[in-house]
Every structure is written in C-alpha cells, then in structure tokens.
C-alpha cells in the first residue's frame, strides 16, 4: 500500500506526441477479437483467481482474443482507503497477457467511485432536475465537473497509470466509461451555465431578443435572474442547457486525456467508451478529444435478428438489424474514420428478463456485420459470466461454471475467420452509397417537445431517434449502405457530394442558416437530397424561423408548407403516378402538408382532410434532385421511395438478385474489396453471383452465374476472384 493525499487538479496539455507516431498500428492489421476481462470479478481469494488466469489467458488464445480491457470499474480497489493504494494486483494479469502476445486497454476507473468517497463527500453526489441527489449504489453517481471530485480522480488516475501506464503489454487507455448518464443540476454547475450564457450571448437585451423572453414575462435586467433548468420551459434555453451538459462531458474527457498522456508511451491510444443514448453526450465533441472513438454495440439476439422484423426502436440496444447496421454506421460517424467495439453481447445483454442467447451463427453475423461498417475491434462484455453484483444475468463468452460452450466455441470460429481475412481487410475502408446527416441538437429539441407519440399519447422523447431510423432503415431495406456526418461538421457541397451521391436529412428541425445553404448546394450541384419532416422549421437558437416552411430548401424545391399535424391514427397514402404509380400504404405520427408547387407528386394522402396536400414531391434543382417527405410513410413504402429517390449503390454487389432478407456490404482495402453477405432469417435463402468470387475465410470459391445457398443466420465473406 502506498499513502498520498489528494492533489488538486492541474490544467493538462490533451496533446500528445509528434504527428509521426502512429497510435492506431495495432489496429491496422485487419479486424481482432478482444473481451472485458476481470479476474478481480472471480469468487474466491487472490490466490484462486491467480491460479485461474492462465487457464482464462489459454482459452482467450484458443479463441483468437488478441485484446482485453481491464481495470476501469473499481477505483475501491486501486484505492481501498482515502489515500491508501493497492496498485500490484493487476500486475500479473498484465504480465500473464504479454506472454501471451495479447494486447490490453487499460481503464482509468473514475465512473464508480468508491464508498468512502461518497461518505466523506456526500456534496458530491448529482442533484437532478427534481432536486433529489443520485443515491450511492449503482454507478456514476457523482459529478465529474467539481474541483473536489477531480482532485480525487487526478490522484487515482496518476497512481494507476503511473504504476501500469508503460507495461508493454498496455497498447491504449480508456478514459472513465460512458460518461454522460445525468444532466446535472447541482448549484455550481447553475452558476456555471449563467456564466456560459452570459460569454456566450455578451448582454442581457441579446438573451431577450435571441430566446424570446418577452413571452410569459420572462424577459431578464441581470444574468443572476436567469432561471435554474428545473422550472425550464423555454426551447431555446432547453437547446443551451443540453449544449453546455454536453460540453461538460466532452471537456471531462479532455481533461483526462490530458492527465493520461503525461503518463503513457506516445505512441499508446486514448480512447472511451461512448454509450451513444447517454443525455449528455455529444459523441462527435467526445471523440475530438481521442485518438480512436470506441463505444458500445448492444443488440437483442434471436428473432430480433430477423431482417423481415421491425423493432420498437428507443432504447440503448438495437432490437433489429437495421438499427444494429445504423448503430456501427454512426460510431464510425463519431471521428469518420475506424473505430472499436469495446463492448458487444456474447451470451445474453442486460438484465434477465432480456436473456436471449444468439442462435447458431448469429455472433458470427453481428461480428462480421461491425467489422463491415469500420470497427476494427470487436470486444466482446465480458469474459465471464459474474457471479455477483447488478449484472449477473449479464452472459459472458463463458457462464457461471467458467467452462468453454457454445458461445466460445462460436466466438473461437469469429477469431478464426478474422485471422484468416486479415490481409484483405488490413486499412479496409467501408463503402457508402448514402449520407445520413445526424444532430444532435435537433435531438435534444425534440426531447424536450416531441413531434410523435408512443402509445396511449405519451410524448415519444426518443422521437429524433424515430425520424432518423425510420429513414435509415429505408435506406438498409433499399440494399445501400450508409454513411453518418454529423450536422456540425457538414463539409461544403462539393466535397459531401464526393462522398454522398445521396443523403437523407430528416427531423433536422434545429438547423442554421449554413446548414441549409450547403444542403441546397448539394443538390444543385448534383446530389440527390431526401428531406425528412421538420427538416428546416426551426433555426439554430430553437426557435421556429418566421419563414414559409421548409426553409431554403423548400423554396429551392418550389414546396412548401403552412400546416401540420401529429396523427393520431394512421392515414392512407397512395403514389398517383410516376415511378412509384400503385403503390399504397400508410403515413404515421406526423404530416408536414406539402403543397407541391410545380413539383412531381411521389405520394398524397387519400383522406377527405389530407388530402389536399402531398406526402411526398421531387423537384429538379439544379443538376440534382429534393424529395421531400412531409410523414413517415410504413415500411414498404418508405424504402420504396428512397430506393427511387437515392438511385443505385455506388458500388455494384455481388448478386444479381437480393432477397429482402440479404444484405451486402463492402469494404475496399490494398488488396482489392470485400464483400460480407447475410442472410438474416431463420430459413435458408439462395442468391446468384454475377461474378466470380472466393471466400477470404476458406477455400470456397463460386463462378459468376453460381447460384449460392446461404444457411440460416449465415455471412460469407467473399472478394473478386
């Protein structure tokens, strides 16, 4: 044990070394397999778990493991004791993974703080918006903005990588663990949002006039007159209070990267886990600050997976495979480059009542389908089952009686397979056919006044998450693959273009004058641009813009509209002529009634009220297109009028035909592209080649005009032969 009294926290350069050093080496050999690992976890006393972790390091070699994640959820165990240290004990583990030729990230363990902190500090704990404290018991109880708590933090982050930091086995270190789980409401971070106000706007008369605050009397003379967020009823001031938590989050991650960088090789990575629901999180601020993004990529296995199913949506798994493809779409949108999944299922996720163990061959679809998207890591929570605490039910590669099963021996399959594509997929970059431009402002307004409603007339607080998903999993259905670019780093048109030939904005109702301006660009350039409902309503304070609706782009489009509604029921919608002409279906939760102009009519509603206006138009704009999509046509139907309005992939696939339940992806590397084929249904589903294509994991090969049956829950993975 070593005693040392806590340090108060010094600002710290998040720099680090020359440009030459290459942090992300270990990643570019083609994708791994890694695992939480906590032997720390393991019943019985230190000399029984140190007896097991030679047979755990054998079995995570068998299975091709080649990276663990280690360390970042018990800081009462680096620090027992105010001011007391146990550093030795992961030592073995660290030794024990470098003789095994696997690599670790390392966790700074300041998300569970430990009882006697809390005890000493009970001013520590997170005030919510109702004025009640965060408990301590769970996690992520305290808040990370206070002087105090950062002193204790600095000390222990500085104790554990100053001891491990430099082990050669050590090749990145996660920085705390999905951050932004509160918005946090204690008085000093009040006070601090006042100040950030008051810099951000300069007077008072600038406030009024930008937020409205003539209304309701809420005009303020001196910046301390501003509310507390708990009697909030204000848009606009919601939209800056969700930016400033958001910052918080992102400015706590800089500060531990700071800290870290001072203690660890140059050429060792920073990273995070990033739980992409988190209220806090803005992932695309987070991940300026790290050298590769990393997150969570949770999904409900079993008939979840089954391409014909459409799930709820809303919550921080993916509940079908459209969502499971757009969640590892936007972790790649995070720094628009490669990332890894530092946390996915193995056995079952959550608590019991969500227990669904995957089917025969569904980790290897899940894997391979990440790995499709970018991630060149795939780290699967955990390595064994937990005998104890809040996530028992929680299934690792092995279970409660710590024996290799079934899951194991499909997980040693994956790491065989990705051994074997290694070389083709070395640097591979995905291809994308479709831009999918994601805001996070525009979420949390809609949060804050929902558009849509979920059952029984609730307001949908999830209902930006809706919008979007509703449009990418169109996008999916249509057989293109996708590309995430956040709305604040929309580059100028010309270069959107070159990445997106289409691109879908939808529910973009917190939207800059710029914004709009680059969107039409994008399509008088060429692009063809599929506008969402409340696209371009409202501007970039939240305010709803004095103009005729949707702004720039519907002038653009020779469209327009006056009216809206939320439905309460489903509405019939018919496509009257054109491309789509016969096709029916039904609109859902919301009509922004479109009056077409002089544009063509894709859908209108067939309604005695709604029926006057559109659901859907096209306009030529420039040497582009603007369909715009004033509803959430279902599910048919919204594919079928993105498949028309996107036009064809960029890349060609491999099959002549695709059957609704198949997918193709693709990713481009040095050697050539690769294909990763599913079939995502319980039934055996046969496709034909139209080339001649050669498996990169066995010695299959298929002439063009072959026709191939793929098996229940398969992949195959295939480059031009």
Known sequence: MSVAEPAAPSPSDAGGAAASVDRLRAWRGGPRLGTAYYNEYLPGDAHSRRARLETDLRLMTDAGITCIRVGES?????????????????????????????????????????????????????????????????????????????????????????????????????LDNEAGL??????????????????????????????????????????????????????????????????????????????????????????????????AMDDVAVAAHLDVACGNAYYLAQDSLDLAREGAGGQWYADDVPQLILMADRMRGSREAPFLVTETGAASIGPAWLTRPPYDGQLAQAAWLLVARGARLV???????????????????????????????????????????????????????????YAHDSEWMMAFEPPLAVGGGTPDRAAYGRIVGAFGRAAVDAGLQVGYV???????????????????VAGLIVASDRTLTVLEEYARLGGR???????????????????????????????????????????AVVAPDGPLAGASGQAHGWVDALEAGDADVVLRYDHPHFGRWAAATRSVVGDGTVTIVGTLPDRSLLRAVVTDAAGPARVAGPLAERPLQVTTHSLAGARGRVWVVHNWAPESRTVAVTRDVASVVDDATHDAGTVVELGPWDVRIWREA
């Open 182 to 279: 509160h918005l946090i409401h204690n008085d000093h971070v009040v006070a601090r949002f006042r100040r950030w106000v008051a810099a951000r706007y300069g007077d008072v008369d600038t406030l009024n006039r930008e937020w409205g605050l003539t209304y309701w009397s809420h005009r303020i003379s001196e910046w301390d007159e501003l509310w507390h967020p708990a009697g909030n009823t204000t848009p606009a001031y919601d939209l800056a209070w969700r930016r400033f938590q958001a910052e918080l989050t992102a400015e706590f991650i800089e500060w531990q990267a700071g800290i870290a960088r001072e203690l660890v090789a140059d050429d060792t990575f920073l990273t995070t886990c990033i739980a992409y629901q988190r209220p």
């Open 379 to 437: 780290s699967y929570w955990h390595w064994h089952t937990l005998h104890s605490g809040a996530e028992v039910h929680w299934g690792g590669i092995l279970g409660h009686d710590l024996e290799p099963g079934r899951i194991h021996r499909e997980v040693a399959r994956i790491g065989r397979e990705f051994a074997g594509a290694a070389s083709w997929l070395a640097d591979a970059e995905p291809d994308a056919d479709v831009g999918i431009v």
């Open 529 to 571: 641009l599929i506008v969402g409902p409340r696209t371009g309503y409202g501007d970039d304070e939240g305010r709803m813009r004095a103009a005729v609706a949707p702004a720039v782009l519907g002038p653009a489009a020779g469209v327009a509209y006056r009216e809206f509604a939320a439905l309460a029921d489903p509405v």
């Open 486 to 504: 956040n709305e604040r780093r929309l580059p100028e048109p010309g270069e959107l273009l070159a990445r997106f030939p289409a691109l879908i």
């Open 74 to 174: 018990v800081w009462s165990t680096w620090e027992p004791r105010d001011g007391e240290f146990d550093l030795d004990w992961l030592t073995p583990v660290l030794d024990g993974a470098h003789a095994h030729g696997i690599d670790v990230i390392l966790g700074t363990p300041t998300y569970a703080v430990p009882p006697w902190l809390a005890r000493k500090h009970p001013e520590l704990a997170v005030v919510r918006r109702d004025g009640s404290r965060v408990p301590w018991g769970g996690r992520q109880e305290a808040d990370y903005t206070s002087e105090v708590f950062r002193g204790y933090a600095e000390r222990v982050i500085r104790a554990v990588l100053g001891r491990h930091g430099r082990h050669p086995a050590v090749v990145g270190v996660q």
